[in-house]
Structure formats: C-alpha cells, structure tokens
C-alpha cells in the first residue's frame, strides 16, 4: 500500500511548508515530535553562552570564527528565523564590549583617586585593544546567546519543527562530530495549541481490494 502522505512527500511541489500536509496525515511525524516539554531560559543561556544550539544542545555550529551554519547540525533548528534577525546579536557583542570599557574606565578612575600623576597612556592603550579585540572574541557567543533569547521568547511554530525535521532526513543533511544534543534539557517544543488537528490517515487501496 502507498500512503497518502508517501505520496504528497515524492511529489514535485514538495516543500517543508507543505509537509505540514504529510504530519496532519500521521507519516514520519508524531505528536511526541511536536509535544516535547520545552527547555527553561537558563538552559537556553547556558547553551548559548557554550556557542551551542539553543533548541538541542548541539555543538559545531560555526563553520569559521565568524560563519555560522543555517541549520543546527543536530536537530536542524534554523537560526535566522527572519530577515535581519541577527541585529540582536550586534547589539549583544556591542553592551559586551561597552561593559569591558566602564570597568576598564572604572578601574582608571580608582587608580587617580589613589594617584592623580597617573599616566593616561596605558588605559588608552588598553581600552582601544579591548574596543578591536572585545568584540571580535565575543562574536560567536553574542549570536547563540541571541538565538537563545530569541527561542525563549517565541517558541517554534509548527511548521518550523517540521521544516528542521525535513532538513535532518534530506539528502543534504549533515551529522558532524558536534552535531549531537546535550543532556542539559530537553528539546525546543511549541505549546499543544499551536498543533494542527490530526486527521486519519488514508492508504490507497491495492489491487486484492478492488477485487
């Protein structure tokens, strides 16, 4: 017998919104796929502040220092969910780098209120590596810290855990070393309201049936 919903996945106009068709007819998608209690904030931070994914856990998210994959590696959570997402992340890596220099400041003023022949040279020195370098370390972090913010926020829609589900079992997915969720909490799920009804699934008849 041939499904129904086999049928609408091999077909030409298959798309990851469109699978949303497959998972109301109950094949390769279930309700505990959709209904897995969501991770507390503080799982989601830690998991950002380790550069993991916050959704699984999983690591090797970056290609590069400063590229970032699309996808998790381990539960194939997009990380730009909108255009312009990442802004949050800028702004994140921007109050980092301003917080590096109030305490270096801070730490200037103390040193005059205990000697005012205090040379001004080295805090300027100091302050203009922490401006270059400050920002540049913390880049990674800054946009899984973001991601993490973001996911604790607005929790996925269904059609985003179907898509990230998509992703994992097409051709073009890849399960690197890192790409293995973490024991710290469980998996990024959205609330039981936001799931589509389900509907019967419907096989095709064979031959012998007709007969």
């Given amino acids: 017998m041939v499904s129904t919903g086999a049928r609408v996945a091999s077909s030409p106009d298959w798309s990851p919104r469109n699978s949303l068709v497959r998972s109301e007819m109950g094949d390769d998608f279930s309700a505990d796929d959709v209904l897995r209690p969501r991770s507390t904030w503080d799982v989601m931070l830690k998991r950002g502040f380790r550069k993991r994914c916050p959704r699984c856990g999983a690591a090797g998210l970056f290609d590069s220092w400063f590229r970032m994959k699309a996808r998790c590696p381990g539960c194939g959570y997009l990380f730009e969910r909108e255009p312009g997402f990442f802004v949050g992340a800028y702004l994140i890596n921007f109050a980092f780098t301003e917080g590096l220099l109030f ?62 589900g998509d992703h994992l079992d097409g051709p073009g997915s890849e399960s690197g070393d890192g790409g293995h969720p973490d024991a710290d909490g469980p998996r990024e799920a959205v609330s039981p309201e936001g799931l589509a009804p389900q509907s019967p699934r419907i096989d095709a008849p064979d031959e012998g049936d007709r007969q």
């Fill in 103 to 164: 305490l270096m400041i801070m730490g200037f003023v103390f040193v005059l209120a205990t000697n005012s022949d205090a040379s001004i040279v080295a805090p300027l020195i100091v302050g203009g590596m922490l401006a270059v370098i400050g920002p540049i370390v913390f880049y990674p972090f800054a946009r899984t810290i973001w991601s993490a913010i973001d996911l604790a926020m607005a929790p996925l829609e269904l059609d985003e855990i179907v898509a990230a």
